[in-house]
């Protein structure tokens, strides 16, 4: 069974520049997961989406960001204008039920860099 | 609000000897913990966690943690290092006041030497 996966794997833009980061999750997930870790901090949540509805998005630091899942499948993560704190990993996860003691399987993450 | 504290950015430890990675935890409600590991340039990948029941969890590649209600901890443990066990290690944590969210901790450098 495939795994989270997530495109690109690496990306670097110049500041001001708009990237979109692809999630494809565990098939049959419903719930899929944005997080990030930048500056070498700890990782972030940003959003979450259950199918195509966005369950909470909390997390998301700003209006630069804007998350899609049209269709309940893969998800979409745009930055636009990047800005150089938005250097960073941002990992996209997915799990079967939204049940606080079920297990959140994570991608191999897509790394930012912003110049 | 939830949170989680690793105090070690780093752990070093001899193949072949014990290795424990600590984790603390505040939650206002029943915690659900988690530890994830990220070996270099890879993604986060799942190791065990604790959500009722016996509190010795065992997990991938003969991790074990230990949750400690009274101490509010979740230490992971492995009885002998392999210097393949080096990697980043990431303790995490929700309860049902948060949604679905995980909250993690700050990360610890796990360097096994030979």
């Known amino acids: 069974e495939a795994g989270v996966t997530q495109f690109p794997s690496h990306s670097v833009i110049e500041k001001g520049q708009t990237v979109t980061l692809r999630c494809d999750p565990i098939?049959?997930?419903?719930?899929l997961y944005w997080y990030r870790r930048v500056m070498g901090k700890e990782i972030k949540f940003l959003l979450h989406?259950?199918?195509?509805?966005?369950?909470?998005e909390s997390g998301m630091p700003n209006n630069r960001f804007l998350a899609e899942r049209t269709g309940g499948t893969y998800s979409t993560l745009k930055v636009q204008p990047a800005e150089l704190e938005d250097s960073g990993v941002y990992f996209c996860?997915?799990?079967?039920?939204?049940?606080?003691?079920?297990?959140?399987?994570f991608g191999e993450g897509s790394w930012l860099t912003v110049v | 609000a939830q949170s989680v504290a690793q105090p070690e950015d780093q752990v070093n430890v001899a193949e072949g000897n014990p290795l424990t990675v600590k984790c603390t935890y505040s939650?206002?409600?029943?915690?659900?913990l988690f530890w994830y590991v990220q070996y270099p340039n890879r993604g986060l990948q799942f190791l065990l966690k604790?959500?009722?029941?016996?509190?010795l969890v065992k997990g991938s590649y003969g991790f074990e943690a230990e949750f400690n209600k009274s101490q509010t901890s979740f230490h992971l443990k492995k009885p002998s290092a392999l210097v393949s066990d080096s990697a980043l290690y990431f303790c995490?944590?929700?309860?049902?006041?948060?949604?679905?969210?995980?909250?993690f901790g700050t990360g610890t450098r796990l360097a096994v030497r030979p």
């Open positions: 996860a997915s799990s079967q039920v939204a049940f606080s003691g079920n297990t959140i399987y």
């Open positions: 098939s049959g997930h419903d719930n």
């Open positions: 989406f259950v199918k195509e509805s966005k369950q909470d």
């Open positions: 939650v206002s409600g029943n915690p659900y």
């Open positions: 604790y959500i009722t029941g016996d509190n």
């Open positions: 995490a944590v929700r309860d049902e006041s948060s949604g679905d969210k995980l909250t």
